[in-house]
């Protein structure tokens, strides 16, 4: 009796075993046809490419570098802040620099006119008639540096081009030539000479990216490396990774990129709540649901998944957020900061399983 309980035992877990295995293949097929749907392959090789030729003079910053690249892949500017000698304007131009497109750059002065970025019409005494000579704004990525030191008037001239690509100029619309793409430096410590950004041109940037200093290990590297290469940073050491035609193709791909109903009701609660927060003064508009769902399907497609997880809306709602919130009186006086309010939304909000 005992033999027959112990072979039946035996039979029974071999039965289970066969069971479990049966459905682990299964999900692993499910799983292998899943992420063969769309091939992705193609679009992390080039993002590793990038990453290694900033590598070559950058050490360490690799949330900023990773958020300009999620930024290019889902066609938005980007805003970063951060003390001075942090690598900010370096940084943006060596990724311009692995991109085979049009690169300028544009020092924001106080005395800095928009004509000084748009362009201006020219009376040409030959034909007796106006030209229209193109500003540094026409390009394929544009660095402006210390955006905030210029004032509202000629920050205003971004307000266009930034939101629709186009310029319109004595009646004219003319087009940006795509991919077109804005990444404005600001220092947060210096307030002499600068002019706040108003919330209509911070609105138009995808991510506000915060730069921190390097930890102490980036920084001995940092010292080493400089001092192995003489402090001389030939930029003529990039390559260029990707084709303008290129940049198009992946922002297409990550169109194509899964989501699921409940994580739209996700996204779209952390957002309603910002506009329901005893804490904010300001909350976040449709633009800004829209800008972290684009960014979470290209958080999921630089690694390697062709659908949106809880994670990869997570990892992007403060860069999209924190400068489209504007906190009440009361809790600026408490020293309460935006990032905090992000945080507790997102403890708040239950996470789609």
């Known amino acids: ?8 035992s035996e039979n029974l877990d071999e039965t289970n075993h066969n069971e479990e295995n049966t459905t682990n293949k299964s999900i692993e097929n499910t799983s292998e046809d899943f992420i063969s749907r769309i091939d ?24 900023m570098i990773e958020l300009l690249i999620i930024s290019i892949l889902t066609n938005g500017h980007s805003l970063i802040e951060g003390v001075p000698g942090v690598a ?25 006119m928009p004509s000084d970025i748009l362009g201006t019409s020219i009376f040409n005494v030959k034909t007796s008639e106006f030209e229209y000579k193109k500003g540094p704004i026409f390009s394929n990525i544009v660095l402006i540096d210390e955006i905030n030191r210029a004032p509202a008037k000629t920050q205003a ?18 087009d940006m030539e795509l991919p077109f793409l804005v990444f404005a430096t600001q220092n947060p410590i210096e307030q002499e000479g600068t002019y706040r950004l108003p919330e209509a041109q911070l609105d138009r940037f995808l991510f506000k990216i915060e730069v921190d200093y390097p930890s102490l290990e980036d920084e001995v590297q940092i010292l080493v490396d400089n001092h192995n ?7 003529n050491a990039i390559s260029s990774v990707l084709s303008a035609d290129a940049i198009k193709k992946y922002q297409n791909l990550i169109k194509q990129i899964v989501v699921e109903d409940n994580l739209l009701n996700y996204i779209a609660s952390i957002v309603n709540n910002t506009r329901n927060n005893a804490n904010l003064y300001l909350g976040a508009s449709p633009r800004a649901s829209i800008a972290i769902l684009n960014a979470a399907k290209a958080n999921a ?17 403060k860069a999209v957020l924190k400068h489209r919130l504007v906190l009440t009186p009361e809790r600026e006086m408490e020293a309460f900061t935006v990032d905090k309010v992000v945080d507790q939304i997102l403890e708040t909000i239950e996470i789609p399983r």
């Open 40 to 63: 992705l392959k193609p679009l992390q090789d080039s993002v590793e490419d990038i990453k290694r030729e900033i590598a070559k003079f950058i050490v360490g910053q690799n949330e």
């Open 301 to 317: 497609a630089i690694n390697g998944r062709d659908f949106v997880t809880p994670d990869d809306i997570k990892r992007c709602t």
């Open 88 to 112: 900010k304007t370096v940084t943006a131009k060596l990724l311009a620099k692995t991109m085979d497109v049009d690169f300028s750059r544009i020092q924001f002065t106080p005395d800095l």
């Open 229 to 235: 290469r003489q402090d001389n940073m030939d930029f």
């Open 157 to 174: 001239a971004l307000f266009e081009v930034m939101a629709e690509r186009q310029i319109t100029m004595d009646g004219t619309r003319y």
């Open 1 to 8: 009796m005992e033999d027959q309980n112990t072979s039946s």
